[in-house]
């Protein structure tokens, strides 16, 4: 555990995302949470347009997981909203609406942070503000930030939320690193690698102190399955992957989460699964102490340089 800058929780580096839990019997929502609980994960996500409804998810969740006071304070509930039906909506009615809507689903007092979930280009952030303040001031959510938002859009949002924004939420895995990629090959003409895709978004959340969380933690870049196990595409990153978890006495799953986890931004890692085996192998990456050579050398297998 450690503690969240700008903010008084203190959460697991893993995250389970509830994305899928539709496929789930309430008993099976149960044994997904008790699992996660086990190996020391106590932050869930959510959205509200998770499931085949608006708050379907949630609903699931809400009606399956039971949690007494004492618990209730020491797991960590976040939400997302401003997805709608063909167009994103970051109006003071609509987020409050959809908190509201999330509170009652899960069947809770408060949430303990409200992403939103994509940036609005017709965002009013007087709006955003007015309605953070009012859900913060009705004790209805404790902590807010945003989801695939570059530095630029977080820093518009800021000139009048006054809330801390605490969180950006974004794709990364092994594969899918441009986030940090970029970095790596800077000031180095005529090479995609150096091609930047984000507006320095990481430099951006370390030095505002800005918590990350990754999503997609095993999917590959063109976004067409995972890699873990792919080793007609992957080869050579499966294999090196194989070879650590044989060393640090780990399954392949808990590699690409030690990875993100091993940079020193603190960046928390969402896994998505709905087989509690596969949270508890996950949930081990947290703990696995990948050397230099060994996190560059997973970098590299994936397909990036290290100029």
């Not at 190996?39 to 998810?57: A, P, Q, V």
């Not at 959809?98 to 009013?124: C, K, M």
């Not at 709006?127 to 695939?148: D, I, K, M, P, Q």
């Not at 509690?276 to 947290?286: E, F, I, M, Q």
Request: with cysteine; aromatic share 8%; hydrophobic share 40%.
């Amino acid at each position: 555990m450690h503690q969240l800058p700008g903010t008084d929780l203190h959460a697991s580096n893993v995250i389970l995302g509830l994305l899928r839990i539709t496929s789930l019997e309430a008993d099976g929502v149960v044994e997904l949470v008790s699992a996660a609980r086990d190996s020391g994960i106590n932050m869930f996500d959510f959205s509200d347009i998770y499931g085949e409804s608006r708050h379907d998810c949630e609903s699931r969740f809400g009606a399956a997981v039971t949690f007494t006071a004492p618990e209730r304070e020491e797991v960590i509930i976040q939400s997302k909203t401003g997805i709608r039906d063909g167009f994103y909506d970051s109006s003071r009615e609509h987020i409050i609406e959809s908190v509201h809507g999330s509170i009652r689903a899960l069947q809770t007092d408060y949430l303990d942070v409200l992403l939103l979930h994509r940036p609005d280009t017709l965002v009013e952030p007087d709006e955003v503000a007015s309605a953070f303040e009012t859900l913060h001031a009705e004790g209805l959510v404790r902590n807010f930030g945003v989801s695939n938002h570059t530095p630029g859009q977080i820093e518009l949002l800021k000139r009048s939320v006054t809330r801390p924004l605490v969180i950006n939420q974004v794709q990364l895995s092994i594969t899918h690193a441009p986030l940090i990629a970029q970095g790596i090959a800077a000031n180095i003409e005529g090479f995609d690698q150096a091609f930047d895709h984000d507006n320095g978004l990481l430099d951006h959340a370390r030095l505002n102190e800005m918590t990350l969380q990754a999503w997609s933690p095993f999917q590959t870049s063109e976004d067409e399955g995972v890699f873990l196990g792919d080793t007609e595409n992957f080869g050579e990153l499966n294999g090196l992957i194989d070879e650590l978890a044989g060393k640090y006495g780990v399954t392949p799953s808990a590699l690409p989460v030690a990875w993100i986890t091993r940079h020193p931004a603190g960046i928390q890692v969402i896994i998505g699964t709905t087989k509690p085996h596969r949270v508890t192998d996950s949930a081990a990456g947290s703990d696995v102490p990948l050397t230099r050579q060994e996190w560059y050398a997973l970098f590299s297998a994936a397909g990036y340089d290290v100029p």
